[in-house]
């Protein structure tokens, strides 16, 4: 029984468990109250009282999800490690601003995070959505159903188990340890196994978060599109659809950017995105979503494309959910650097049948009203916003089909083997392989931005945009000229692919000035089209012209391992091999590897490389700029050991120097160096170094050090030493410390130059006479051979340019946002529809 346990807090987890049930049980409650609502809409008063109960139930469900949430954070805060979540996640020297990385770092708490949000954005629902509340709010609540059984827990039988709950005890998680049979084992239990220390960064705070409300914001247009087809009435569900896409695609947007900016500052990627299976999982839904955006826009003005608006925003929160079965799975643990590593079958089987169930029901609905849907007979007129807007967003579409298909081989590839007999594998270089096909993809799009905005929905004049296509298309050709003629891009389809960009950045911005006239409620689309612009702008000056500064000319094999030759000598000659205290060219600096410090985290130790750039001038040789980057890299014991990095990055306006450890002698219990003993005898005695010297400058019974604490019967002087650095040409101080305690012990106190692997002891002082007093000075340095490391450093020009472009993008989004908001301010104030009338 649990009573004979000692030490363990039950309480906050029982609670939690509580919590975990009411939330289930009140979500499906509110789903059936929902849905007898619409079905007794015949009879207002009994359709009322269900809508009522529906309305209570997900509050209920809302207010327990926020105390599991707080029972759980209250967990982690206090260290309760006889919980299972807060040992695996949480340590005692975890700093207190990483506590919410805890949270969501594992599969429960991420699920939790995904379904608070869903809480809080049907709220908003619950609201605001007037007449289509109850089917909105149904297809919400029973959404809330399938997110609430994933934190379950229950287990039926031996192969039968219903979600992962956070609140389980480690000795129930761990049954057959020993330890678990003794009352006291929480004495033993001093600490928990903490978070990644390769999550320990400020994006891991921020980034999943903003990540999840635009996952969790899909199910809000998703849910409208199932609440049309409901009924087969499609007239009150595109302005509220089209406000939430807006907002779903400026936040979803920004999530995977921010993905983007961490991994390009803080993972070994070699930049901000390289076609990794989760990226692409996360990506997916998002081009969808835009793709249904726009199809949504033209049938808003037109009546046209209403079928295929459907199905784009239905297909993106399924897409949601298929991408939490690839990453949450492990089906992905062989393709993707950041996958979960999955909860065995039983979250295969659990994620597969909430798909299916949410598949099956949009399918049978798609089909039922596909035929009665409103359609125009008529062709569009080829000259018109709609037409090119409908081919863009079924660019986009297939753009995502041939991401999603090549990221899910590890998924089908096994049937396919069955069926054909041949073996598919991933293709061997991701990047090459989708930048191949997606150029494409972004010069057609890139092309429709900046026209499709100058057509008129239904007819165009052809004099009209002609003229204003041709004066920006010019404009954009000089542009793009110039840039070309500068950064050397002599690639046929990327020159192509750099006048569209161009031409994006110059027609938007033309639009908005001269047929908008800078009316900035007006804005919306062209900035948000000129954010587009200027992010393929972005992408193809830092990627077309990104390269190495740190080139291995000695020929050096560096054994990576590599998934092809190929790979393998290209990694070999964009490395460099740096020896302690020795410069070495890269680029227009000379880099020189000057040591390390160490930093401990929980149980992993962290080593900060310090890399000196100097740059001289070519005619002078006067130094005329000089910084440090610090890479880490450490052996991370959470997981399989492997070597850890992060880079290090110096920002200008025109480009990043990018760098990052890739080996080195990182182990430094291995340094066989020994200390040599030196007699000096007279200030001005000088003790050669392998890259300087020292010179004795006298003996001081005055300490400053911290490192020493003062007895009585204490004796202690330290020894003066001038050092001069060769290499690095400085000059430091150092005080090795002598002590005699109670006339008889004799200890020391030794000082390092880190940057020089010098370690000084003053071991030992002889009184020859009154006027000669000689001293044995201990001395240990590394020989720079023995100290090494290997540094890829890359430069990207002109990144900012993305990073700009995803700002305008996105506050583009929002412009259309708020425009759209002041047009329909009754529907989203909720002011003709009090909230319980």
Known sequence: MDTQFIGEHL?????????????????LFSAFSYFRAVRTESDPFKSRSWLLMGRGGF??????????????????????????????????S???????????EGQEGSFMLWTFWHCMLGLVVMRTAKGLETRTMAIIAFVQVCLATMILGIVIGPDIKIGSTPFMLLRHSMQGAPIFSMPNYMDFVQDGNGLNVSLRNYWMVIHPPVLFLGFATTLIPFAYCIAALWKGDYKDFVKPTLAWSLFNGAVLGTGIMMGGAWAYESLNFGGYWAWDPVENASLVPWVTLIAGLHTLLVYRSTQRSLPITLVFLILTHLLVWYSTFLTRTGILGKTSVHAFTGDGKSLTYHLLVVIGILLLLSLALLIKRWRGMPRIRTEEETLSREFWMFIGSVVLFLASIQIIITTSIPVWSPLAKWISGKDFAPPIEPVTHYNNIQVWVAIIVGLLTATVMYMKYKNTDAKTLGKRLGI????????????????????????????MACYGVVANIYYGIVVQKTKFKKLGPSVAHLGFALVLLGILLSSYNKHAISLNITGEDFNFEKKNAHEKAKENMENVLLFHGVPVAMGDYFATYLG????IKGKDHINYYRVDFVRKDSVTKQITERFSLYPDAFINTKGQGVLTVNPSTKHYLTHDIFTYINGGTLDKSKDTSSYISHMVNAIGDTIQLKNGYMVYQGLD??????????QDSDLAVCAKLMVYDSTAGTTKEINPIYILRNKQYVSYIEDTIKQMNLYTRLANIIVKSQDSVSMEMQVRQTDPKDDYIVLKALVFPYINVLWLGVVVMVFGFFISLGDLLAKVKGAFTGKDYPFAK
């Open 596 to 599: 390390d410090s160490e930093s």
């Open 11 to 27: 309480r906050p987890g029982q609670l939690g468990h509580f919590f975990v049930i009411t939330s289930f049980v009140a979500s």
């Open 59 to 92: 509050m209920v469900h809302s207010a327990s999800v926020i105390s599991i949430f707080i029972a759980l954070f209250y967990l982690i805060e206090n260290h309760l490690f006889e919980y299972h979540y807060a040992w695996e996640h949480s340590s005692l």
């Open 472 to 499: 920006t298309a010019l404009i954009a050709a000089a542009m793009a000229g110039f840039i070309g003629w500068g950064q050397h891009i002599i690639t046929w389809q990327y020159d192509v692919m750099l006048f």
């Open 701 to 710: 019974r005055k300490i400053n050090d911290a490192r020493y604490t003062p």
């Open 94 to 104: 975890l700093p207190g601003k990483y506590l919410l990385a805890c949270f969501w």
